[in-house]
């Protein structure tokens, strides 16, 4: 229990740097990586049943399914990476769009990034950089002293994937969750949302599992970590 503490701690005060009309969105198409399967440590959950899934849900979870077989692990450092990967090769220079880090690290938001970009639903850099540089005021980046955009780091900032979830999704007011939903949690209570992950089609009972990078275990993982902190974000494509 006190390691989890000192790690929930640690993504906390430093998430500020790399946190972890509504219409259809753009077809698009990227393969993931090649990467090698991993045993599911949830081997007791049950399948989800009884969800009409709309195509992008789908290919959502389809992604968040590869973020899971990829197992990337944690960036520990939660450093700022200049994006020089594209479809997980190095290519010496940064890369817009499409652009990615190492591909065996990551941080929560690269979950929604790489299932939304593996999926073939849409490159979230190229989305939320477009979208900060045409609508400045709608993102909070006063918070982390931002004076222009920035192609490495507005998209994998939790506030910024939550505006612009909020402007492109639909907003989920109810406690209904499906599979590919996306779920933003405020681990602090401090108003701010600083984790965030997707939902799975398995769960325990009635409950969802999330698949999500954390700390702990400190990799790409899918766990029943639903209720574990304050929901302040909860996000559903069409």
Known sequence: MAKFTILVFIVISTAFFVSCSKGDLPAYSRQAPGTTQSKNENSKTDSVKGFNLTENQKKILEGAKKCLEAKFSYDMEMAYHVLKYRDGEFTGTKVFPNGDLDPTLGVCTDVTIRA??????????????????????????????????????????????????????????????????????????????????????????????????????????????????EIVGHYRVH
């Open 116 to 229: 939304l970009r593996w999926g073939g639903v849409c490159d979230l850099q190229e989305e939320i950089y477009n979208d900060v540089k045409s609508n400045w005021s709608d993102y909070p980046m006063k918070r982390w002293g931002a004076k222009k955009p920035d192609q490495n780091i507005d998209h994998r900032r939790v506030p910024n994937q939550m505006v612009w979830f909020s402007k492109h999704w639909e907003e989920i007011t109810s406690s209904k969750y499906e599979p590919g939903d996306v779920v933003a949690w405020d681990m602090n209570s401090d108003g701010w949302g600083d984790h965030i992950g997707i939902v799975s089609d398995k769960s325990r009972g009635d409950t969802p599992y999330l698949i999500h990078n954390f700390p702990d275990p400190g990799y790409v993982a899918e766990e029943d970590i639903l209720n574990r902190w």
